[in-house]
């Protein structure tokens, strides 16, 4: 086999608690291990197996590549396990491994290559399956295996599938002389070189020429030469006879009648073949039919060969020649016919012809099938129990099927290629059955295991039995029906097979199949069902010695090599196989890595059933794992038998194995140790390629470890157990937070002792302890955390202490004193944890895996809560709001108001209540924020802790206890999360303790605050021009072309304002008169910009009449606008541009800035003095109920004025004010005629009616003519 290795680092990453050294190393010491060396380049490693005898104790290595480069040879080396250096010493067994009676080739032989025990522990078996015989030309492949003595010396070799060569074979040469047979020198070397590769002798084959033309000649008969080389000297010398006819059927005749006659050297029984050469068609076909027949009834095997040249040379058609040549070769004509185009050409063929002459030799058949020639005999090998008879896998038997042979000395049974036909569906010839053997015991019966690790490419594991000597089985005899699973069935009274019972057959078929195994059970889709016992096709009765097939697995990806390891496994030594282990080395990991994979399957009477995997190495790299697998016959001492695991790829192709320990009657799949070989010596390669574990080499009662690898063995030593337990006393058995009676640094605290004890007891029985430990003690090992303060220290004034002792059977005490800490509980029980580990990993013995190294105990706090030590407390919570939480309104929430503050009080009215907190849960829209504690003179202490992921805030009040009528008082204070805004805060408060609560109705309080929120948006603007005066005489566009025919350009810019409060989507209207109540227009949007571009868009329709693309005549009417102050969407009509302002973060600005035309005509039109052309704005938000404007609302304006326009008095004012002089033009009469003023004035005035008027009355008259 040949490695192509290819791996990654395995790194092992160990989280440790404490200093104490931790590993995974069990009682497989590596500490003083032996490492032998031997050639790397002669593979020497690649097997090992322990052996004693009366002069020590040995490792014994496979070197199968020893002598490499010249050869292959192989050897066994004998390392001494007591012995002083670490060389090994060849045994030197290669030549001396062979087999007297044939021609041995050992040049390639790989001995070593398989190496196990035999019956006798001081004896064991070394094979070579390569190890070949010649055969004339021809190199067979049998195998050859040997035991060796205790004297290292190798006692008679055996190959049981050796090949009888040629045997008596007489061979006849018919030969065409005629003319036509040119040139001549070439027909000679042809023969020459057939014979050359014929296994000339008087015992073997013996040749005979005759040459024809018209009339045949005897050159030389059978008898003539005894000697390869006298024959081929006297073929050289053959002339050609000549003869212008080719009479080839009289001179076969002649052949069969002269040639194979006793007196002519014919011996009886010899195989009778005969070779025919010509290169033209016969003058005497008639006699072809006749000839042919007497030649079948004669049993001559003939090979026709046609030589073409003379036919090529004149251009004939050699169709007819080809044809006679087919009809005298004996049948399949494909492998007794050839053809060649010019006698030259027939030392092409020289070495072929001989090579299928001498098959007939090997076969007797001819038909080119390969049986055992190339079986490799040897390839495994495995001891059986009961039989005393050597189990031997042939790989290479029948091309490469496989097959396994049963060794005796007495005998050796190889089955026929149909024995496992059937089971392995071989269509490739390729399932290498035999690959691995092994046998499984039931208590009364032995099964026989063999691996085909390329049956069907994914492996296949068959468990079968023998039926030995034609003893009967019975097959199901309730049903008569398809036998389905079902095993042999047992003698119910002997408990052993049945034997001598008839054969029960198909009671539906009755029909007996010739020549197949019984299959009872197969764990795949093809499994046979109903076949009954097999027959011999030849005799009609049972056959006696075949394999019944029980059973098969199949292995579950390709190319794994499911069953090239098997290896039995008696879990709880009960004489009984629990388990097969079955190795898949090359089985590829989801990360396309060769990891490997070892298949754990249970066995009940020759059934297999699938029991997981055992878990080895990382996914992640080559590892390889699983190929070799050891049994263990009980390594840790636990009364059952433990497993090793090679995986010689992993750690960079430097190799691991692994521990896996026995459990009842299966094995435990995570292991118990793991050993890298570059921790024992950096330069091993494919540590673990092999494996032995039987027996215990240095006589302290524990089987012992070898190993091998790359050029080197590793012999590792077990080591004993020691099983520690731990117990703790505590002294006084509860803590009394009241009781302190100890003073660390000046202050009274409570304290207690502790006495740790340790007891061992250890395997082997035999002395070999004290074991030497570094114990470590930890107080509240669980509750670790940077906020956590111990509550307990040892006089290191630390929580933990560690020490180093020995642990004799006699056991060890050793009492510490503990100190109690203020902590914030005081109720639980404080805890100790005691940890052990060896001072040194490498000692021995070390401690046992499988039990404890660590334990926990508990001292309690004592409750002063009565002799019945249960406490009844009743505690009450009351909550009240601050005095910003406004009690019936909405609660405004801004960066200047966003606090909510709660006032917490718990009372207790009953026992004391220990470990009391305040469970105060919040949702998303707050965060905790502070508490205001009692007042340092109060001795209640409250501290609070939050959890922010789960919202929650845990307070301990008054810890340790609140006692009988004890109030404690707190303020906790929340901030609003400005980011997570919800319409209702809650906030809920439990309160709880380790005390039994009488009343818990009273322990909670839920408080909802209904919010919204200062959105803080402002919304300012600037616009250009602020004023405009248009002219009475101001001359209008009758037709537009341009915005500039409209009038002037009024623009404004708004901006939008967050604060503190980021707003995902706000609504912004624009509404800008578009024109009169009379339809007169207003103002003309031309361009709306926004900013930023992504965040704000606008809908809006600009330039509607495509001013600039189209002319537009507009018409104006004359509107009075003189009481119209203010043009707006009240006293006119609006345009209205919504906005949508998006993703609005703190403190962030966004602008719209519009663009317009005022309509002149409309103003010129127009009656009016002054008025003002108004822009209102509106602003909400997508939750205007949860997010609050304050200023949602703004307007501004241009002011236009139209000066020369004569103002109008309204009609109203003109009735108003004649009624109010009329009414004081009465009262000032009424006031002068009182005063006496008519009385004097009015006789002047009699008097003088008609002087001329004065300058008053003039202005009067004038005003009233006006």
Known sequence: MEFNPTSTVLTLLLIQSWCVPQSLSFNVG????????????????????????????????????????????????????????????????QNLVTISTVKNINVNMSLGLTLTHTATEDKFITCGP?????????????????????????????????????????????????????????????????LENLDIGPDNTQVTIIQYGVDPFIEFHLNAHKTKQSMITAAAKIPQRQGLETNTFRAIEFARKQAFLPENGARPGASKVMVVVTDGESHDKNLRDDVIRKCETDRITRFGIAVL?????????????????????????????????????????????????????????????????????????????????????????????????????????????????????????????????????????????AGAPRSNHTGQVIVYTINAKGQPIVLDSQRGDQVRGHPIVLDSQRGDQVRGQPIVLDSQRGDQVRGQPIVLDSQRGDQVRGHPIVL???????????????????????????????????????????????????????????????????????????????????????????????????????????????????????????????????????????????????????????????????????????????????????????????SVTFNPD???????????????????????????????????????????????????????????????SERSIQADIKVSPMGFCDTLEVFVQEAPDLVNSIGLRVEIALQDPDSSPVLDVLSPNAWQFFIPFSKECGSDEVCDSDLELSVKKGQMIPSSSKMLISLKNKRLSFTVSVVNKKENAYNTRVIVKYSKNLFYASITPPSESNEEKVECTSTQESYAVLCRVGYPVIGPNQKVSFEINFDF???????????????????????????????????????????????DPEFYVIEANHEVKTTVNTFDDIGPEFKFSLKVSTGNLPISLAYFTVSMPSTTSRGNPLLYITGVTTAPAGDVTCDVTLNPLKITQQPYTPTFSNENLMSTEILDCNTAKCQHMKCFLKDMQIKSAFFVNVTSRIWNGTFAASTFQSTTLTVSTEIKTSEPELLIISNKHLTFGV????????????????????????LLLALAIGLLWKLGFFNRKYQQLMKNPEEEEGPETQGLQENAAA
């Open 734 to 796: 509860k803590i009394s937070i009241l009781s302190k009676k100890c003073v660390v640094n000046g202050k009274r605290t409570s304290c207690f002792n502790t006495e740790v004890c340790f007891s061992a007891t250890f395997k082997p029985k035999n002395p070999v302890g004290p074991v030497a430990l570094r114990y470590n003690l930890t107080l509240d090992a669980d509750l670790q955390g940077s906020r956590f303060t111990s509550r307990g220290q040892f006089k290191n």
């Open 977 to 1023: 999360n400005l980011l997570e805004r919800q319409p209702i805060a809650d906030v809920r408060f439990e309160v709880l303790s380790d005390s039994t609560e009488a009343d818990m109705s009273d322990n909670h309080v839920l408080l909802s605050i209904p919010v919204h929120y200062d959105s803080e948006i402002t919304v300012s603007w600037k616009m």
């Open 130 to 194: 390569l190890w070949a015989q010649k055969c004339g030309s021809q190199y067979y492949y049998p195998g050859i295996c040997a035991e060796v003595s205790p004297l290292f010396k190798p006692l008679p070799a055996f190959s049981p599938a050796l090949q009888t060569c040629g045997g008596p074979m007489d061979v006849a040469i018919v030969l065409d002389g005629s003319n036509s047979i040119y040139p001549w020198p070439p027909v000679v070397d042809f023969l020459k070189k057939l």
């Open 1199 to 1222: 002011t236009i004025s139209k000066p020369g326009e004569k103002g109008e008095v309204p009609v109203g004012i003109i009735v108003g004010s004649v009624i109010g002089g009329l």
């Open 536 to 726: 011999d096709s030849q005799r009609g009765d049972q056959v006696r010695g075949q394999p019944i097939v029980l059973d098969s697995q199949r292995g579950d990806q390709i190319g794994s090599y499911y069953g090239s390891v098997l290896c039995p496994l008696d879990v709880d030594k009960d004489g009984v196989s629990d388990l097969l282990l079955v190795g898949a080395p090359m089985f590829m990991s989801e990360h396309k890595k060769e990891n490997g994979k070892v298949y754990l399957l249970t066995f009940t009477k020759g059934i297999l059933s699938d029991q997981g995997v055992l878990k080895g190495p990382s996914p992640a790299e080559n590892a390889r794992f699983g190929m070799s697998i050891s049994a263990v016959l009980d390594l840790n001492m636990d009364g059952y038998s433990d497993v090793v695991v090679g995986a010689p790829l992993e750690d960079d192709n430097r190799g691991v194995i692994y521990v896996f320990n026995g459990d009842k009657k299966t094995l435990r799949t995570e292991y118990s140790q793991r050993i890298l070989g570059s921790k024992l010596d950096p330069l091993l390669q494919y540590f673990g390629r092999s494996l032995d574990t039987s027996s215990d080499l240095n006589d302290d009662t524990i089987p012992d470890v070898s190993v091998g690898a790359y050029g080197k063995v590793v012999q590792l030593w077990s080591r004993g157990v020691a099983i520690v337990t731990a």
């Open 30 to 93: 590596t500490a003083g291990a032996k490492v032998f060396s031997g050639p790397a380049t002669e593979e020497f490693g690649y097997t090992v197996h322990q052996f004693k005898n009366h002069l020590g104790k040995w490792l014994l290595v496979g070197s199968p590549w020893s002598g490499y480069k010249q050869d292959r040879k192989g050897d066994l080396y004998k390392c001494e396990i007591t012995g002083s250096t670490s060389n090994c010493q060849r045994l030197n067994l």
């Open 309 to 449: 040249g003379y036919y090529i040379r004149n251009d004939i058609d050699t169709k007819n020649l080809v044809d006679e040549i087919k009809s005298i070769a004996s049948t399949p004509t494909d492998r007794y016919f050839f053809n060649v185009s010019a006698e030259e050409a027939l030392l092409e063929i020289a070495g072929s012809l001989g090579d299928r002459i001498f098959n007939i030799e090997g076969t007797g058949k001819g038909d080119g099938d390969f049986q055992m020639e190339m079986s490799q005999v040897g390839f495994s090998a495995h001891q059986t129990k009961k039989q005393n008879m050597i189990m031997l896998g042939a790989v290479g038997a029948y091309s490469w099927s496989g097959t396994v042979v049963h060794y005796t000395s007495q005998k050796s049974d190889i089955f026929p290629q149909t024995a496992f036909q059937t089971i392995l569906q071989d269509k490739n010839h390729s399932s290498l059955l035999g690959y691995s053997v092994t046998t499984l015991n039931d208590g009364t019966m032995e099964y026989y295991v």
